[in-house]
């Protein structure tokens, strides 16, 4: 009995083991296909791409803080323009030169 203990053991882990040996193998497999398929070109294009890109997120990481800034500035605040012929119809409307707020100073 001890005996077929031994050996179904042994067996165990000789399959165990060959299982092993046979998934390495498949991985080193798989790796010598990818690096056959890259070529040194091909490899130094995707790394300035992917740094073209990088810089590109910086930037507008660096540009979203000023974009905020300044953008909601832009909407809360509205800049009316009076021109020259607006101030004569103003003093015609206005004959007694009363100064109202928002009036232009001449």
């Known amino acids: 009995m001890g005996d077929a203990m031994k050996a179904l053991e042994n067996k165990a882990s ?3 083991r060959e299982m092993e040996i046979n998934a390495v193998l498949s991985e080193m497999q798989s790796m010598k296909s990818r690096r ?15 740094e073209k890109e990088k ?44 100064v109202c707020p928002g009036d232009a100073i001449n």
């Open 36 to 50: 056959a398929c890259v070529s040194m070109d091909s490899m130094l294009e995707v790394l300035k791409r992917q």
């Open 55 to 98: 810089k590109e997120f910086e930037e507008e990481e660096d540009e979203a803080p000023v974009k905020s800034i300044f953008h909601n500035s832009k909407q809360d605040c509205v800049v009316k323009r009076i021109h020259d012929d607006d101030l004569e119809w103003k003093k015609k409307e206005n004959p007694g030169g009363k």
């Open 14 to 16: 000789d399959s165990k």
